[in-house]
């Protein structure tokens, strides 16, 4: 638990009501809200239940609305059958054929649109094209796109045909992307010449040939689309440009209709082993979660242009660019390139030329523009704006009150959204209309939902200054399923904390850790403090220490390596590594050196998102007589701290002088 954070949201009073002009037009009020919430204490499961019927399409309907025989291997809606790509887009087609799905622009500032219509035709067209390759229900694609619509395209059109996709992001190396291939045994990888970010081409067909000649034995076929147009190199017989996949195909495709339980997708994320876990998601649950969420917390409406900047690679935008909105029939904004491409007004310049009405976006992005000034938003037309969101960390109130006076205008709600991979869609957001907000602290948990705050024994805390774990206590439909190939990983690391108790009604109930620790206040507001275990959260990335640490000692001459986050102004938090080296340790240029060749070794292990920001070589690190390594220690020497603590009980005190000095 972090003190200070703990003590900065202690001292956070200020609370912000939505405008009565808001409130006016929200799709859910105070009062609505307040019977959502009574329907699901009353019977959490029939209130999910109902929604399922009321807000998806289904071909077969559900009998039963939650299995948990198997707890906490729960199954929502299992006899139940249905399509998400249906869902996204066919069901639209008679109400809102004509209507914008997509609005893109690159980085280099070319426009493009995709209507439902037009989107389902390309959609089935690519679905087509990989019925033909014979991938269908059972297999897994792995996706490896830039941020475009062409990577929605690509989701649906394996969700569509009953394929498991499992997006791994573009800015993963081709170690990373080999590691998930080969996780997933898929037999297909979809991918493009390449992407532009930050006024560069990212080579993705050159990191996905490399991935392939360092494994990926399963992969029987790479669909190519061109995005950049450089050259690259196609291997004959195993290579096929997506151009000509579709070639001829039909522009229509029967869904198959897949069981609710059906994995949608697989999509890796960090935790604190080396190896990252394959998060399985279900078809039905999954979709009714984003669905829902995107509906109550952006408040959406018909004529919104929604923008959830986030890439496709990330949870965020699976559920908040690929499949909430759509399956509400809402019209999404997608941009290729990063905020600073001309110039750090190019985020505000797409609100004004889009007219985009909700944006949705990191604290991390928020940090970095409000570094750049006010120029640069005070120079664009926002007032289209009307809703505003954040999501990935926590949401500093500096940034927060930055985000409210010069974007919002002091008049714009902020939802700030908490949620992870594992949780498929939004746990803890405000409600905009329902609701005042205090900035830093991501409110209640939905309607539906139910969160605890408690202590190590796993009894829940009360208290103005109480902190704990955050715990969520009943299942929802869009929980991860499992962890893909290790269902006991899966149990032991959500599920094995607190052993389970038995409920009111003799059923067993078991304790969702999510891993971070939380204040609640006296309004039952939620303050997330950050994680609990080694997980790092960079720029709202998350990455293991464990991770970096394994990438690290890969290199021949790191003998050992340990990594800790240190806070960081922009990101969040920076990547600090303390590297003993085989044989005697460089100094001066030599030492330079290495520190780069590790940074860039990182980068091509993992992706550059891990690379360390500082590495200090040192001749040992500080360790307990039994061998294990004081990371808290370690966290105050990368803090650059005085070294306060105790280490008389350190088998090497000496050490901590030395690693002390380099900070
Ligand atoms: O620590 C929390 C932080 O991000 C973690 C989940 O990361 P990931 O699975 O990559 O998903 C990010 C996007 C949903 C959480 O355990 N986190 C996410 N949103 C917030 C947050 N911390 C504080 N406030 C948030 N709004």
Same mark, same amino acid.
């Given at each position: 638990m972090s003190n200070e954070n703990l003590q900065s949201v202690l001292g956070e009073s200020r609370v912000f009501p939505p405008s009565a002009e808001f409130v006016a037009k929200a799709r859910v009020n105070a009062e609505k809200l307040a019977e959502m919430k009574a329907a699901a204490a009353a019977d959490y499961v029939g209130f999910w239940a109902d929604l399922a019927r009321k807000e998806l399409s289904w071909a077969t309907p559900f009998q039963t609305a939650l299995d948990d025989s198997k707890a906490p291997n729960y199954q929502w809606f299992p006899d139940g059958t249905l399509n998400a790509s249906y869902n996204c887009l066919d069901r639209h087609i008679a109400t809102r054929g004509d209507k914008i799905a997509i609005r893109y622009e690159g980085e280099k500032g070319d426009v493009k649109t995709w209507t439902f219509r037009q989107l389902l035709a390309d959609v089935s067209k690519l679905a087509n094209g990989l019925k033909s390759l014979g991938i269908g229900k059972g297999d897994r694609v792995v996706i490896y796109l830039p941020h475009s619509p062409e990577a929605v395209i690509a989701m649906q059109a394996c969700a569509r045909i009953g394929a498991t996709h499992s997006v791994v992001f573009g800015g993963f190396s081709a170690g990373s992307l080999k590691d998930r291939i080969d996780d997933t045994g898929a037999r297909i990888i979809i991918t493009a010449d390449g992407g532009n970010r930050g006024g560069h081409i990212v080579d993705l067909k050159k990191a996905c040939d490399e991935a392939l000649t360092l494994g990926c034995k399963s992969i029987e076929k790479v669909v190519v689309g061109i995005r950049t147009g450089h050259s690259i190199n196609m291997t004959p017989g195993r290579d096929i440009l997506w151009s000509d996949l579709i070639a001829g195909v039909s522009d229509t495709c029967e869904p198959e209709f897949v069981g609710a339980e059906h994995p949608l997708f697989l999509l890796y994320t960090s935790g604190s082993t080396g190896k990252p876990k394959g998060i399985q998601h279900s078809t039905g649950g999954y979709l009714l979660g984003a669905m829902v969420s995107a509906q109550w917390i952006f408040d959406l409406r018909e004529d919104d242009l929604f923008w959830c900047t986030a890439d496709v690679g990330w949870v965020t935008g699976h559920s908040y660019v690929c499949y909430g909105p759509l399956a509400g029939g809402t019209t999404v904004m997608i941009y290729e390139g990063v905020p600073t491409v001309p110039d750090a007004g190019r985020f505000w310049k797409i609100c004004q030329d889009h007219g985009v009405t909700i944006f949705y976006t990191a604290p991390t992005a928020i940090r970095a523009l409000m570094k750049s000034g006010e120029t640069f938003p005070n120079s664009y037309d926002l007032s289209k704006l009307r809703l505003l969101g954040s999501v990935g960390e926590p949401i500093n109130p500096e940034a927060w009150m930055w985000f409210h006076r010069?974007?919002? #205008?002091? #008049?714009l709600p902020i939802v700030d959204t908490w949620w992870q991979t594992e949780t498929g869609s939004t746990m803890m957001s405000p409600i905009p209309g329902a609701m005042p907000t205090k900035p830093g602290s991501c409110t209640q948990p939905l309607p539906g939902i139910f969160a605890d705050v408690v202590d190590e024994a796993g009894v829940p805390v009360e208290g103005k200054t109480a902190g704990g774990y955050l715990v969520i206590t009943k299942p929802w439909?869009?929980?991860?399923?499992?962890?893909w190939g290790d269902n006991e990983r899966y149990i032991k690391t959500y599920f094995g904390q607190f052993p389970p108790t038995t409920g009111p009604d003799g059923r067993e109930q078991w304790l969702y850790v999510a891993g971070d620790s939380t204040h609640r206040d006296e309004d039952g507001y939620y303050w997330i403090l950050g994680r609990v275990d080694d997980v790092l959260n960079v720029s709202g990335h998350r990455l293991g220490t464990m991770e970096v640490e394994s990438a690290l000692v890969s290199h021949p001459r790191v003998a050992e390596a340990a990594v800790v986050g240190r806070p960081h102004e922009i990101k969040g938090e920076a990547i600090c590594a303390f590297v003993i080296c085989k044989g005697t340790r460089p100094e001066g240029k030599e030492a330079e050196a290495l520190i780069k060749e590790l940074r860039d070794h990182v980068g091509r292990e993992i992706g550059a998102i891990a690379k360390p920001d500082d590495i200090r070589l040192a001749d040992g690190l500080p360790k307990t007589r039994s061998g294990k390594i004081m990371r808290r220690l370690l966290r105050s020497i990368a803090k650059g701290e005085e070294i306060t603590q105790d280490i008389s009980t350190l088998e090497n005190p000496a050490i901590v002088a030395q690693l002390a000095a380099k900070a």
């Amino acid at each position: 638990m972090s003190n200070e954070n703990l003590q900065s949201v202690l001292g956070e009073s200020r609370v912000f009501p939505p405008s009565a002009e808001f409130v006016a037009k929200a799709r859910v009020n105070a009062e609505k809200l307040a019977e959502m919430k009574a329907a699901a204490a009353a019977d959490y499961v029939g209130f999910w239940a109902d929604l399922a019927r009321k807000e998806l399409s289904w071909a077969t309907p559900f009998q039963t609305a939650l299995d948990d025989s198997k707890a906490p291997n729960y199954q929502w809606f299992p006899d139940g059958t249905l399509n998400a790509s249906y869902n996204c887009l066919d069901r639209h087609i008679a109400t809102r054929g004509d209507k914008i799905a997509i609005r893109y622009e690159g980085e280099k500032g070319d426009v493009k649109t995709w209507t439902f219509r037009q989107l389902l035709a390309d959609v089935s067209k690519l679905a087509n094209g990989l019925k033909s390759l014979g991938i269908g229900k059972g297999d897994r694609v792995v996706i490896y796109l830039p941020h475009s619509p062409e990577a929605v395209i690509a989701m649906q059109a394996c969700a569509r045909i009953g394929a498991t996709h499992s997006v791994v992001f573009g800015g993963f190396s081709a170690g990373s992307l080999k590691d998930r291939i080969d996780d997933t045994g898929a037999r297909i990888i979809i991918t493009a010449d390449g992407g532009n970010r930050g006024g560069h081409i990212v080579d993705l067909k050159k990191a996905c040939d490399e991935a392939l000649t360092l494994g990926c034995k399963s992969i029987e076929k790479v669909v190519v689309g061109i995005r950049t147009g450089h050259s690259i190199n196609m291997t004959p017989g195993r290579d096929i440009l997506w151009s000509d996949l579709i070639a001829g195909v039909s522009d229509t495709c029967e869904p198959e209709f897949v069981g609710a339980e059906h994995p949608l997708f697989l999509l890796y994320t960090s935790g604190s082993t080396g190896k990252p876990k394959g998060i399985q998601h279900s078809t039905g649950g999954y979709l009714l979660g984003a669905m829902v969420s995107a509906q109550w917390i952006f408040d959406l409406r018909e004529d919104d242009l929604f923008w959830c900047t986030a890439d496709v690679g990330w949870v965020t935008g699976h559920s908040y660019v690929c499949y909430g909105p759509l399956a509400g029939g809402t019209t999404v904004m997608i941009y290729e390139g990063v905020p600073t491409v001309p110039d750090a007004g190019r985020f505000w310049k797409i609100c004004q030329d889009h007219g985009v009405t909700i944006f949705y976006t990191a604290p991390t992005a928020i940090r970095a523009l409000m570094k750049s000034g006010e120029t640069f938003p005070n120079s664009y037309d926002l007032s289209k704006l009307r809703l505003l969101g954040s999501v990935g960390e926590p949401i500093n109130p500096e940034a927060w009150m930055w985000f409210h006076r010069v974007i919002g #205008k002091e #008049k714009l709600p902020i939802v700030d959204t908490w949620w992870q991979t594992e949780t498929g869609s939004t746990m803890m957001s405000p409600i905009p209309g329902a609701m005042p907000t205090k900035p830093g602290s991501c409110t209640q948990p939905l309607p539906g939902i139910f969160a605890d705050v408690v202590d190590e024994a796993g009894v829940p805390v009360e208290g103005k200054t109480a902190g704990g774990y955050l715990v969520i206590t009943k299942p929802w439909p869009s929980m991860l399923r499992t962890i893909w190939g290790d269902n006991e990983r899966y149990i032991k690391t959500y599920f094995g904390q607190f052993p389970p108790t038995t409920g009111p009604d003799g059923r067993e109930q078991w304790l969702y850790v999510a891993g971070d620790s939380t204040h609640r206040d006296e309004d039952g507001y939620y303050w997330i403090l950050g994680r609990v275990d080694d997980v790092l959260n960079v720029s709202g990335h998350r990455l293991g220490t464990m991770e970096v640490e394994s990438a690290l000692v890969s290199h021949p001459r790191v003998a050992e390596a340990a990594v800790v986050g240190r806070p960081h102004e922009i990101k969040g938090e920076a990547i600090c590594a303390f590297v003993i080296c085989k044989g005697t340790r460089p100094e001066g240029k030599e030492a330079e050196a290495l520190i780069k060749e590790l940074r860039d070794h990182v980068g091509r292990e993992i992706g550059a998102i891990a690379k360390p920001d500082d590495i200090r070589l040192a001749d040992g690190l500080p360790k307990t007589r039994s061998g294990k390594i004081m990371r808290r220690l370690l966290r105050s020497i990368a803090k650059g701290e005085e070294i306060t603590q105790d280490i008389s009980t350190l088998e090497n005190p000496a050490i901590v002088a030395q690693l002390a000095a380099k900070a």
